[in-house]
């Protein structure tokens, strides 16, 4: 992967709910609350939010900088269990501190090590927002297509019904 600067002095470690939570929760809520990016209810609670990301069908991780400060995290989840578990999905949000750092990137490339070990064969993501150009280029940057756009399949705070996209990588070779 290349067209990006590494950030430095970052691991990416399973997420402990106890130790990582209250960090994750002080900049997802945020995200949540924008309405621009993320599916979540724009009020959701705390509890709920939890739920969603340490479900157990779900392996969470976090990046931490030197300090044990969280960054960012991810999930990474079978598509559709039972007979379509080989395509992991995965969702991402990075704390707006470190947004620009390559922390996203760093993530990408290690949910897709992860789910490669862990016997995925693809990786989908599900409603990638078409309005978040940033992010739709930082996939396509890491490889993934856009296999399908749903016409208004995402509530935008501020600009209505916006498409969103469903994009794929295939992790190994058939």
Request: aromatic content about 12%; proline content about 6%; overall charge negative.
């Amino acid at each position: 992967m290349t067209g990006y600067m590494k950030p430095k002095n970052i691991q990416i470690i399973p997420a402990d709910p106890d130790q990582h939570w209250s960090q994750i929760w002080a900049f997802m809520q945020s995200v949540f609350a924008a309405g621009n990016s993320y599916p979540n209810a724009m009020d959701s609670s705390e509890d709920d939010a939890k739920a969603y990301w340490f479900n157990p069908s779900k392996t969470t991780h976090v990046a931490i900088d030197e300090a044990g400060d969280v960054l960012g995290v991810y999930y990474l989840r079978p598509n559709q269990p039972p007979l379509g578990a080989h395509i992991c999905n995965c969702g991402y949000v990075v704390a707006p501190a470190a947004r620009g750092q390559g922390v996203a990137s760093l993530m990408c490339e290690h949910s897709q090590s992860y789910a490669i070990k862990n016997g995925y064969r693809g990786m989908q993501y599900n409603l990638v927002v078409s309005t978040n150009e940033t992010a739709v280029r930082l996939w396509q940057r890491h490889g993934f297509d856009i296999i399908g756009t749903v016409p208004g399949a995402f509530h935008h705070k501020d600009l209505g019904y916006v498409d969103a996209h469903i994009m794929f990588k295939q992790l190994v070779e058939e």
